[in-house]
């Protein structure tokens, strides 16, 4: 399974690929604000890539819907309400609850490994937020994706974990803007979903991931910076 970093480095990277992935993570961190004009001037400098690159970059992620066009005005980042959050957050669950089905219906000796190694990390992770250590946000973030990735990695679907892996990128732009782990009660359903994948009990697999990314919603809303 390949690895993707929504924040870290690749290696061979062309410039244009490292403007598009730092952009393209500024907003998902929230450096990059709602609704910010995206000058392509200040992006230039601040970059280090030229106008048509920047263009190029920016055509990408609005087809991504991290950006917005604005026709002759340009562009800017693409704005959050708590409607958007909840539509994103039933695409999330319409798309990893069938590849899920389909993992935990085909997936190997390999793909239980890849749940269980994934699922520690996080756990790791998990456990020094509890704690209170919020300088782990973003490794939890990195390894929230790849536990969830595992248990779908097996659906034999390319075009649904595209598809998926776009869809998670939104939906944790969320959490980053509001900046709150859930805390036990969300590493408790991560543990308990390993547990039923690994068990093959989909159904209730199922359930649990539909209750645990509302959770998630819910808490995000919670928070009150997410406007309505």
Known sequence: MKRKSIFES?????????AFRK??????????????????DQLKSQYGVAISTLREILSRLTAEEFVVAEGQRGFEVSSVSASGLKDIAALRLLLETQALRQSIASGDLQWEARVVSSH?????????????????VEQWVQQDWEFHHATISACESP??????????????????????????AAAKEHSQLKELVLSRKTEAAVTLLTSHVQSGLNHVLSTGRIPN
Do not use: C, W
Not at 25 to 34: H, T
């Open 120 to 136: 520690y990390i996080l756990q790791s992770i998990e456990s020094k937020l509890v704690e209170g250590d919020l300088t782990q």
């Open 10 to 18: 690749h290696e061979n990277e062309t410039a244009g690929e490292i």
């Open 23 to 40: 952009i393209r993570s500024d907003i998902i961190r929230g450096k990059l604000r709602p609704g910010q004009k995206l000058r392509l």
């Open 159 to 184: 075009a649904m974990m595209a598809a998926h892996s776009t869809t998670f990128d939104r939906y944790i732009r969320y959490h980053m803007l509001a900046l709150s782990f859930r805390g036990e």
